[in-house]
T-cell receptor
């Protein structure tokens, strides 16, 4: 079946603008994760959804970052008043309830000028 | 102390050799262990997972887990240039964190020389 999809694949924005990143998980996957990966760095956990609730938001770096999820479907990550340090690849992953194996989407490359 | 530690490399091996990638983790309560491969500019893809002490083999890949030593490794036999990538170790189910959250190491860059 289809894998995790993310849009847009690339986003260039100006400092101070808001951006929305979208993730479509694999159908039937109840858990959804957002990660950030800065250039040459490892993956940094941001937030985790189980269904449409977020039991772990511990990785969100500031109150400029928020995320929501509709049911067990699409999630959006919103970054308000973007800063240059927000430039990174934002990765989404999903997993089914029966395992703890996460499958990643292709990512959104965000560049803040 | 980082929760999941990997040598950043690069680890350079000749084509056909065995590449050995290592990872240590700090949370003794960790239950599940994963190896992901990430090509430059691409997203991580799952290579293997292991839950029990010992070895798990899948084709040219063998994952090894030693919970007493808090150590997990990935061996790649008959290394090919196409194996050149960054290998990410990830750990789940630690006692001090959300049991559903993966904690990633920073990755080891592998370069296989033709």
């Amino acid at each position: 079946g289809a894998g995790v999809s993310q849009s847009p694949s690339n986003k260039v924005t100006e400092k101070g603008k808001d951006v929305e990143l979208r993730c479509d998980p694999i159908s039937g996957h109840t858990a959804l994760y957002w990660y950030r990966q800065r250039l040459g760095q490892g993956l940094e956990f941001l937030i985790y959804f189980q269904g449409n609730s977020a039991p772990d938001k511990s990785g969100l770096p500031s109150d400029r970052f928020s995320a929501e999820r509709t049911g067990e479907s699409v999630s959006t990550l919103t970054i308000q008043r973007t800063q240059q340090e927000d430039s990174a690849v934002y990765l989404c992953a999903s997993r089914t309830g029966g395992t703890d194996t996460q499958y990643f989407g292709p990512g959104t490359r965000l560049t803040v000028l | 102390q980082k929760e999941v530690e990997q040598n950043s490399g690069p680890l350079s091996v000749p084509e056909g050799a065995i590449a050995s990638l290592n990872c240590t983790y700090s949370d003794r309560g960790s239950q599940s262990f994963f190896w992901y491969r990430q090509y430059s500019g691409k997203s991580p893809e799952l290579i293997m997972f292991i839950y029990s002490n010992g070895d798990k083999e899948d084709g040219r890949f063998t994952a090894q887990l030693n919970k007493a030593s808090q150590y997990v490794s990935l061996l790649i036999r008959d290394s090919q240039p196409s194996d050149s990538a960054t290998y990410l170790c990830a750990v789940n189910g630690g006692s001090g964190s959300s049991g559903d959250k993966l904690t990633f190491g920073t990755g080891t860059r592998l370069a296989v020389r033709p």
